[in-house]
């Protein structure tokens, strides 16, 4: 039986390729311990792959969205909780060990961009200018438990492991922190076109961002920071183009790599202590659009618009 993870880590394979995708891809999620894989796209169904079996299977579907998925995302406290979010207008809770979905959270009345779950917080922004926050342990009726609307859509959203504060940006160009126990609101200004991916540092105040600009840049979030405009670091190298996809940006476990996607067909990998390009993966032949780190092996995954996800290694 051929194990995928051990395959690749071996290098029998460089790079494999998951299959079944059915249009382009849009989104792709390591599970929280790594033996599960979920992508999506264009497709309503979202796949299902386990690691650990023989590879040549193709995915479980996961079925209950009824358009394109866009973007997916694990639970960090439950290896078998998943969340998605839909051109639909709905945010889906997935039960992967049994393959069914738990609820379909309504409230949104556009495409929903982005979505994360923390415990037992989801998140997710949409074209409808509103972040909404949902409590899973709540009936699905009151599950809505916290809701700020904007005049700009919302591409991208995050938030912390206290699940205290929310991270989202769009097409203003600004990203905003929300203060859920305060309820305040703050700006964090410096890219100059549309936010397209964000993603938080496990337990630290470091939030990486990536815009249509065509930089990548890391922040200090912390309350009283010492950085005047909160501005740590810019990473370049990774682009955007006239299609204007959501390209994302994802930290590795350990915090010490960041990578992200880009409109030429290669995923990108920088140093984050050293500030500068790591590696430039290649093997798609469209643009990528998402990338999820292994949280143990030095194994890389992503998706693009040649409607293919692949999973590789890169140099440790």
């Known amino acids: 039986m051929a194990n995928l993870l051990e395959l690749v880590t071996a290098e029998q394979l460089e790079v494999y390729e998951l299959t079944g995708l059915k249009g382009e891809g849009l989104g792709l999620s390591f599970s929280s311990e790594g033996n599960c894989i979920a992508i999506c796209g ?7 792959f386990d690691n650990y079996v023989d590879c040549k299977k193709g995915g479980f579907p996961l079925v209950g969205h009824k358009n394109a998925v866009l973007e997916v995302c694990w639970s960090k406290q439950s290896n078998g909780t998943l969340v998605s979010c ?28 982005s979505c994360k779950i923390e415990d037992s917080i989801i998140v997710s922004g949409s074209d409808d200018g509103t972040v909404r926050v949902w409590d899973i342990r709540v009936s699905t009726k009151e599950s809505c438990i ?15 492991c206290n699940m205290s504060n929310i991270y989202c940006g769009g097409i203003e160009n600004i990203i905003f922190c929300i203060d859920l126990r305060g309820n305040n609101i703050a700006k964090i200004t410096g890219h100059n076109d549309t936010i397209t991916g ?6 630290t105040d470091q939030l990486v961002s990536n815009s249509m600009d065509g930089s990548i840049i890391i922040w200090d979030v912390r309350p009283y920071s010492l950085v005047e405009d909160r501005k740590l670091s810019t990473l370049v190298g990774s682009q955007h ?8 940006v994802r930290w590795n476990g350990d915090g010490d790599l960041i990578a992200a996607a880009s409109s030429d067909c290669y995923v990108y990998i920088w140093s984050v202590k050293y500030q500068k390009l790591f590696q430039k993966l290649p093997g798609h032949t469209g643009a990528t659009t998402d990338v999820s780190f292994h949280p143990k092996l030095p194994i890389i995954a992503s998706i693009g618009m040649d409607r293919r996800a692949l999973i590789g290694k890169y140099t440790n």
């Open 146 to 160: 916290y809701e700020h609307k904007w005049n700009y859509q919302i591409t991208a959203v995050t938030l912390d």
């Open 42 to 48: 264009n497709d309503p169904n979202i796949l299902l």
């Open 198 to 203: 964000l993603d938080i540092r496990s337990e």
């Open 86 to 113: 839909s051109a639909d207008r709905t945010v889906g809770l997935w039960d992967v060990e049994f393959l069914k979905c738990l609820t379909r959270f309504k409230g949104h009345s556009e495409i929903v961009n």
């Open 241 to 248: 183009n006239f299609e204007k996809n959501l390209h994302r």
